[in-house]
């Protein structure tokens, strides 16, 4: 069965410009994280999706960023306005949820701003 | 979740195992040791993981001692596609997130 997808895999945007990020988790995985990750740092926690429960935005860094799901399946992590510190990879991630921890990766987004 | 401490970096000979440690020594339990692995330029992938028990499976294998306060990642023989950051973390049964640490980079010598 296919893994994680996100898209694009680049995206070289001017500073200012809003950005969608989108994320295909695997089929039948409840849960869906987004994490970013600066170069040459770990990753750092975003948000956190688990079927139908209000999303755990704990880890959004401004009201820039946003995200939302479809059901239990796509979801968009939407940046506004951006600025040059917001240049990272952004990864996504799912899990069976319900206590399934083991969480994959999709190959990330990588994003300029510039 | 426990905060896992790690080596900054490691070195092993290709062909040879490569022990990577951990400590966890606050852990509690109803934690789960995880490995994960960062490849350069790729997503992290998941390696193995265990609560108490020893864990083994065609990537690696994990040893946890009794008390579950370390744990150690085994790859039995190891090639230079496995330079990559590792990262050992610790995840209640019930978590969402997961806290990653710096992780030890393992690079492998021909």
């Known amino acids: 069965g296919a893994g994680v997808s996100q898209s694009p895999s680049n995206k070289v945007t001017e500073k200012g410009k809003d950005v969608e990020l989108r994320c295909d988790p695997i089929?039948?995985?409840?849960?869906l994280y987004w994490y970013r990750q600066r170069l040459g740092q770990g990753l750092e926690f975003l948000i956190y999706?688990?079927?139908?429960?209000?999303?755990?935005k704990s880890g959004l860094p401004s009201d820039r960023f946003s995200a939302e799901r479809t059901g239990e399946s796509v979801s968009t992590l939407t940046i506004q306005r951006t600025q040059q510190e917001d240049s990272a990879v952004y990864l996504c991630?799912?899990?069976?949820?319900?206590?399934?921890?083991?969480?994959?990766f999709g190959p990330g987004t990588r994003l300029l701003v510039l | 979740d426990a905060k896992t401490t790690q080596p900054t970096s490691m070195d092993c000979a290709e062909g040879r195992a490569a022990n990577l440690p951990c400590n966890h020594s606050?852990?509690?339990?109803?934690?789960?040791v995880y490995w994960y692995r960062q490849i350069h330029s790729q997503g992290p992938q998941y390696i193995i993981h265990g609560l108490k028990n020893n864990e083994t499976n065609e990537m690696a294998s994990l040893i946890i001692t009794e008390d579950r306060k370390s744990s150690t990642l085994i790859l039995p023989h190891a090639t230079l596609r496995d330079t990559a950051v590792y990262y050992c973390?610790?995840?209640?049964?019930?978590?969402?997130?997961?806290?990653f640490g710096s992780g030890t980079r393992l690079s492998i010598r021909p």
């Open positions: 991630a799912s899990s069976l949820g319900f206590g399934g921890e083991t969480q994959y």
């Open positions: 973390i610790v995840i209640r049964s019930s978590a969402s997130k997961i806290i």
């Open positions: 089929s039948g995985h409840t849960a």
């Open positions: 606050t852990i509690s339990g109803n934690e789960y």
């Open positions: 999706f688990q079927g139908n429960s209000a999303p755990d």
